[in-house]
């Protein structure tokens, strides 16, 4: 009996090993992908009316979290007897993400006027209290849960390829810890920028001349911080989507990295570059698809 016991907690160890070894491995391969997460996600909900920051941020994480219950069960779904399946899902995700990309910018730079009509419509409903300031922000809700889905699947596509031949358990356990550590890890950042404003202006409030001019610092720079965010959430949806388009075909994908690690720096410049050209040229693409099957879809 107690040789048994020892037995199982020997088990248990050893898987619990396994896990926390191969969590490490998955967190420092999806840390990239962490880093575009943060930015698109605090691109989203930049705008907002300031009592409305947080429980956007909360409905976005919510929306985030039942996106990876349904992808956490479909990774190991298709893991387990359609693993051909994951690269052209993959890359189904990586030219939607950046095609929205290419509509963002087209949306700014060749449809001005309507650009700036949506920015008035915000602007007006964070001012005018009689708005339902809620519904405004519906769409931009959705906009960042269907940006999260693209994100989070090429976050659980990954970490699947880590643990792949291992047990059943360890899998199942180290997408789900890295499921949560993502969410919790992004959308704890995004809720601390987004307040960035509000603890600038309560330490310009405070006694000493220190804590003022640094509230006075934080409140210069917070704006400039979101708008830098904005660009590199944009930048991040062609660096990511591009960068899964790249490796879903295998002797283009390890050529890239072959070359960047001959390189040295310029080698991972230049490969983000690639991703970046080969994004915003499958994004225009899609982009023009689409427009196109809008106008057809008119005529008839």
């Given at each position: ?24 491995v ?27 920051e ?21 990774a ?68 960042a ?12 596509a ?19 810890g ?79 990295e072959?070359?960047a ?21 499958a ?18």
């Amino acid at each position: 009996m107690a040789t048994s016991l020892f037995l199982l907690i020997d088990d248990i160890a050893s898987v619990l090993d396994d896990v926390s070894l191969l969590t490490k491995v998955a967190a420092k391969k999806t840390a990239g992908v962490l880093g575009d997460d943060l930015a698109l996600n605090a691109q989203q909900v930049s705008g907002v009316k300031a009592d409305r920051e947080l429980p956007v941020v909360w409905a976005v994480c919510k929306g985030s979290l039942i996106n990876k219950a349904i992808l956490v069960p479909a990774a190991l779904a298709i893991g387990t007897w359609l693993p051909w399946l994951v690269t052209p899902l993959l890359m189904v995700g990586g030219a939607f993400l950046c095609f929205e990309g290419c509509e963002k910018l087209a949306h700014k730079f060749l449809h001005k006027d309507e650009h700036a009509a949506d920015t008035s419509r915000h602007e007006k409903a964070v001012a005018d209290t009689s708005v339902d300031v809620v519904a405004v922000e519906k769409d931009k809700i959705k906009g960042a849960v269907r940006t999260d889905f693209i994100l989070s699947a090429e976050i659980i596509a990954i970490t699947l390829g880590t643990v792949q031949g291992q047990p059943f358990v360890t899998q199942l356990t180290v997408l789900v810890g890295i499921a949560l550590i993502m969410t919790i890890g992004v959308y704890g950042l995004v809720a601390g920028i987004v307040k960035l404003d509000d603890a600038g202006l309560y330490l310009t409030q405070r006694p000493g001349s220190g804590a003022q001019a640094l509230g006075r610092g934080i409140l210069v720079a917070a704006p400039w911080l979101m708008k830098a965010l904005s660009v590199a959430g944009t930048v991040a949806m062609f660096l990511v989507g591009g960068g899964i388009l790249v490796h879903g075909v295998p002797a283009f994908g390890h050529a890239v990295e072959a070359w960047a690690a001959t390189a040295g720096v310029l080698g991972t410049i230049g490969s983000m570059l690639v991703n970046a050209g080969i994004g915003l040229i499958a994004g225009a693409i899609v982009l023009a698809g689409a427009e196109l099957f809008k106008r057809v879809r008119r005529k008839g």
